[in-house]
């Protein structure tokens, strides 16, 4: 991967080279940091970077960085700016990824989240699929259990609590299944190890509630808001046995990672007829036609980056974007 040229860290754009740390820095030794996994998408049509739904990544980042007791010095308003100020500097013409990170930057020894100085770091890198067959993903049922609220908040994205996400995922990996599917505590499905879940039953669509352990998606809550409004699904929010997704007609995760990707076998049984199934395939077009700036109603949801100042030339064509 490709290093960024730039940093947004502790409160100004620097070279890339001066966004750095100690080993001894709390969060990399504890885990004690809370992340967002933010979008842009490239429109050439529009010359345009749309950085999707940010004050709603970055609200929820802060609240985040409340479970783990820290106060940001920046605001919603001012990361949103920051983010747009970095991507402007790295004069991005085609689809991003951008990590804020929010940790504990004493370089001190002792466990615990009191009196302790959180810094704060954006960077971001040109990103095309997270996963490479978004149509037709093969899931296994994780024998790892989804954290639970008892031990660290799986409502917020805490740095720590994705060595829970990294077992599931590359067990799965290494067994030859693409994506884990992780239950909780109580045996119900709670989530991918990086995604929310739904299933679709009878022209109407589940997902798992809040309180089964989930983080809470903004594009799960972008999803709902889609399957209600444009394409009249009703959407229930419920626990999920894990013997309905053997008799569900289709299954998807979505994500800002994944973005809206079908899952089409779990443990080698067909999900429905064993393809990506109408729901999932219309959800898809549509949810990339907002992101990319291609369905008027949504601007709410997309953030210009260039809008005042013009996208940068680059020499030649824009460079190929690999998401749909
Ligand atoms: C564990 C987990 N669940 C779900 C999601 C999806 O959340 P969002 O839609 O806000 O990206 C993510 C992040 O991508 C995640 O890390």
């Given at each position: 991967?490709a290093l960024?040229?730039h940093?947004?860290f502790r409160g100004?754009?620097?070279?890339?080279?001066?966004?750095?740390v100690?080993?001894?820095?709390?969060a990399?030794n504890y885990?004690?940091?809370?992340f967002?996994g933010?979008?842009?998408y490239w429109s050439?049509?529009?010359q345009e970077?749309?950085v999707?739904r940010?004050?709603?990544?970055?609200?929820r980042f802060?609240e985040s960085a409340r479970l783990?007791?820290?106060?940001?010095p920046?605001?919603v308003?001012?990361?949103?700016?920051?983010l747009?100020r970095?991507?402007?500097?790295e004069?991005y013409?085609e689809?991003?990824y951008?990590?804020?990170?929010?940790?504990?930057?004493?370089e001190s020894?002792?466990?615990r989240l009191?009196?302790l100085?959180?810094a704060?770091?954006?960077?971001?890198?040109p990103?095309g699929r997270?996963?490479d067959?978004d149509?037709s993903?093969?899931?296994?049922?994780?024998?790892?259990?989804r954290?639970?609220?008892?031990?660290?908040?799986?409502?917020?994205?805490?740095?720590?609590?994705y060595?829970n996400?990294?077992f599931?995922?590359t067990?799965a990996?290494?067994a030859?299944f693409d994506?884990?599917?992780?239950?909780?505590?109580d045996?119900?499905v709670?989530e991918a190890?990086a995604?929310n879940f739904?299933?679709?039953?009878?022209?109407?669509?589940?997902?798992p509630?809040v309180?089964?352990?989930v983080l809470?998606?903004?594009?799960?809550r972008?999803?709902?808001e889609?399957l209600r409004k444009?394409?009249?699904?009703?959407?229930?929010?419920?626990?999920?046995?894990r013997t309905?997704i053997?008799?569900a007609?289709e299954?998807?995760?979505?994500g800002?990672?994944?973005?809206v990707?079908?899952?089409?076998?779990?443990?080698h049984?067909?999900?429905?007829?064993?393809?990506?199934?109408?729901?999932?395939?219309?959800l898809r077009?549509l949810?990339f036609d907002i992101v990319?700036g291609?369905?008027?109603g949504?601007?709410?949801?997309r953030?210009?980056?260039?809008?005042?100042?013009?996208a940068?030339a680059r020499?030649?064509?824009d460079?190929?974007?690999t998401t749909?």
């Open positions: 991967m960024p040229r940093a947004f100004r754009v620097v070279p890339y080279s001066e966004a750095r100690g080993v001894l820095t709390h990399l885990g004690t940091g809370v967002a933010i979008r842009a050439a049509e529009q970077l749309f999707f940010p004050r709603d990544h970055f609200q802060v783990l007791d820290m106060t940001l920046e605001s308003e001012t990361l949103t700016e920051a747009v970095l991507l402007r500097a004069l013409r689809d991003c951008a990590r804020p990170l929010a940790f504990y930057a004493d020894i002792g466990v009191h009196n100085t959180p704060v770091s954006i960077v971001a890198i990103y997270y996963v067959n149509e993903i093969h899931a296994t049922i994780s024998s790892w259990r954290i639970d609220d008892t031990m660290i908040p799986p409502r917020g994205k805490i740095a720590g609590a060595v996400s990294a599931a995922k067990d990996q290494r030859g994506e884990a599917i992780v239950l909780n505590q045996g119900h709670s190890s995604a739904f299933l679709v039953k009878n022209d109407s669509a589940v997902t509630p309180t089964d352990n809470e998606g903004i594009t799960r972008t999803v709902m889609l444009e394409l009249g699904v009703p959407v229930f929010e419920r626990s999920i046995d309905e053997t008799l007609d299954v998807f995760l979505c800002t990672g994944v973005q990707a079908a899952i089409t076998r779990v443990d049984r067909p999900i429905g007829s064993g393809r990506m199934g109408p729901a999932v395939a219309a077009e949810y990319r291609r369905r008027a949504y601007d709410h949801w953030h210009p980056v260039y809008a005042e100042a013009p940068p020499d030649g064509a460079r190929a974007s749909s």
